[in-house]
């Protein structure tokens, strides 16, 4: 049997691994180097940063998987010194992340009264969800700027410089990991000067890494800018979270734009395929194995109905909302603790994608595809 050590609020852990595995469920904020000294296996989330300190007692580890699309958390050159080898989830969780985002632009819309048609997007940070994001968007009808220097010198992608997004668009969603070296650092790519250029009414969306945005400047901004409408999933030094930016948010949630259970369980089965592949075991499990049925399993919708109702439906934002600001105290370590709280205790959501729409016309059918549903036209 292997030794696996495992972040305690990462499903399916043991019905996956369990036949041939011994598993350690730890907090993952928590894990310290001696919890490793027998470990084969760790697996992890974003919340647990694997770096020498934590891998000073590993003997024996030969593999390091993390239930994320980013690595940022994990140190590659201290795992290559070791010859540990490391595998992420790429686009787990990235359909959850984009049903997110089009649910927080339609409801700011609904709210402001905005026809979305007339507005222009753009997409920063073009990855796995950025560029599900872009798709959705084109979809859509919109044509959205889409801004990635990493991307840049790829052929048939249109790269959009970041100031020319901040001076045009009215609807940023940033998608970007947290980089702090490299030829394109990714840490407070938004700062002070770029955040007071952005548009009059602009929304600012940021549910890829909190300090892509200089946090103690956006409040500066916002404060000196009502128009300005910010959905923030997450923080810069999260589980803390700045109290007041909080409160100035539209939608304010604590980072789990990812966490449907589709995209949970997504992420424990690929790692648990990258395992098998590496040492060797015959795999018994598909993904559908482990996907619970969903609770809503179908809806029919009239002639008449606005397909973008549908999203509350299916992901009630407002609650997430409502749950996050309740959570939000002065004492600051009973802040992170409720942070934390929140993210594991997360509640059951599903993707658009597990729920089947019947619609009357072809209009709906193209809209409701495009954001995301598997739609069946009625006769």
């Not at 994990?74 to 595998?87: K, P, V």
């Not at 969603?173 to 407070?188: F, I, M, N, V």
């Not at 482990?290 to 973008?308: F, K, S």
Request: charged share 25%.
């Amino acid at each position: 049997m292997l030794n696996l050590v495992a972040d305690e609020n990462m499903p399916a852990v043991e019905a996956l691994f369990g036949d041939f595995a011994h598993i350690t469920r730890l907090p993952g904020r928590e894990m310290q180097a001696s919890d490793l000294a027998e470990a084969d296996i760790l697996l992890v989330r974003s919340i647990t940063t694997v770096d020498d300190n934590l891998l000073a007692q590993a003997r024996q580890l030969k593999f390091v998987g993390t239930a994320t699309i980013g690595i940022d958390h994990l140190d590659t050159a201290a795992l290559e010194s070791r010859a540990i080898r490391y595998s992420n989830a790429p686009g787990c969780n990235a359909d959850a992340v984009v049903d997110f985002t089009l649910s927080g632009i339609y409801k700011d819309a609904q709210v402001r009264g905005q026809n979305l048609k007339q507005l222009h997007f753009a997409v920063v940070g073009c990855g796995q969800v950025g560029s599900r994001l872009l798709e959705r968007l084109r979809l859509l009808g919109h044509e959205p700027l889409s801004c990635d220097p990493l991307r840049a010198s790829e052929s048939g992608f249109e790269h959009t410089p970041i100031d020319e997004v901040i001076r045009t668009a009215d609807v940023i969603c940033l998608h970007t990991p947290l980089t702090k070296r490299g030829d394109a650092p990714s840490e407070h790519l938004l700062d002070e000067a770029r955040l007071r250029q952005l548009k009059p009414g602009a929304l600012l969306l940021n549910a890829g890494r909190g300090a892509v945005i200089d946090n103690a400047a956006l409040l500066r901004v916002a404060y000196d800018r009502p128009d300005l409408v910010l959905i923030l999933d997450v923080w810069e030094h999260e589980p803390s979270v700045n109290l007041q930016l909080a409160q100035r948010c539209f939608i304010a949630t604590p980072h789990i734009a990812g966490h449907s259970i589709d995209g949970k369980l997504r992420g424990t089965w690929m790692l648990y395929d990258q395992v098998c592949r590496s040492f060797g075991i015959k795999q018994r499990f598909k993904l559908e194995d482990i996907l619970p049925a969903p609770r809503i399993l179908g809806v029919t919708l009239a002639e008449d109905a606005e397909p973008h109702r549908l999203l509350q439906l299916v992901y009630d934002q407002w609650a997430d909302d409502r749950r996050f600001r309740a959570s939000l105290v002065a004492d600051a370590a009973q802040q992170r603790a409720n942070f934390d709280h929140l993210r594991k205790n997360y509640p059951y959501r599903r993707e658009f994608a597990a729920l089947r729409i019947g619609v009357a016309s072809a209009a709906q059918q193209a809209e409701l595809l495009a954001m995301g549903f598997k739609v069946e036209l009625q006769s």
